[in-house]
């Protein structure tokens, strides 16, 4: 399948052979554009990462033990001082209107009907505020450190406002592009699709590479947040901090020790 093709129309009741959320990503790709579902589903690089995720998941055993009462039995537990009714968050996708126009609505609309808590990304193809909205639950904002202070500060002014419980900073994606599989399907953001939460910030100039210096280094990776920034955020917020994309167990210490929770 193509872009040229025509996806399936939206179904108006569940197929009968979906029986878990699996089988709603199998059944993903017979209804987005190649492309777009090639952006969706794709890991970063070579997809190692991806592939590590998934042995380790399935290497996960839940070993129930025989003959108890489990008739007060839940899945409830409280963090950052709020009761979830499970240990399941919805994870911060962006651009979700290249799956359905209403892209983060819905999911925030989802993740109220089933008790889990949001967390609507920075790239989202719907305002921060607007997500908000629809629904009452429990509402965490993923933030991109933004090249300019003041954007930054605006996007979690926003998210205090909007009534976002936590901020989870994601610090290890500096340079960002689609997935190699994106690319090679020849994936390009619709011009329908923009990143609600950035149409009214200014776009930083453009950087200018002396004699000598890397195109990564001091290019693309000029803006990369340190820990200079990360202390500058969370003297301006007031919610907790919560880092995303730690890999290291130093760099885990020193966050613990720099007051990240």
Known sequence: MNDTTTPRPPLSRIPPDILCAQDYEALAAHFLPATHHAYIAGGSG?????????????????????LRDVTTGHTRLTLL??????????????????????????????????????????L???????????????KWFQLYVQPMR?????????AEAA??????????????RPSLRAQRAGFRMPDTVRP????HHATPPPVVLERGQGRIFQGLMREAPTWDDLDWLMRHTRL?????????????????AAGVT
């Not at 009534?163 to 960002?176: H, W």
């Open 46 to 66: 070579f997809e190692a990462t991806l592939r590590a995720n998934r042995e380790a998941f399935e290497r996960v055993q839940i070993l129930p033990r025989l």
């Open 124 to 138: 989202s193809s719907w305002p921060l505020e607007d997500i908000a909205r629809e629904g009452c639950g429990e």
């Open 240 to 256: 907790p901090v919560i880092v995303k994309g730690v890999l290291r167990a130093d760099d885990a210490l020193a966050l613990k």
């Open 196 to 199: 609600g939460n950035l149409i």
């Open 163 to 176: 009534g976002y419980r936590a901020l989870v900073v994601t610090l290890d994606a500096a340079v960002q």
């Open 81 to 122: 001082g709020q009761s979830l009714h499970h240990p399941i968050l919805l994870a911060p996708l962006a651009f979700q209107a290249l799956a359905h126009p209403r892209g983060e609505l819905d999911s925030a609309r989802a993740a109220e009907a089933t008790d889990t808590c949001l967390v609507a990304s920075t």
């Open 150 to 158: 003041g954007s930054t500060l605006d996007l979690v002014q926003r």
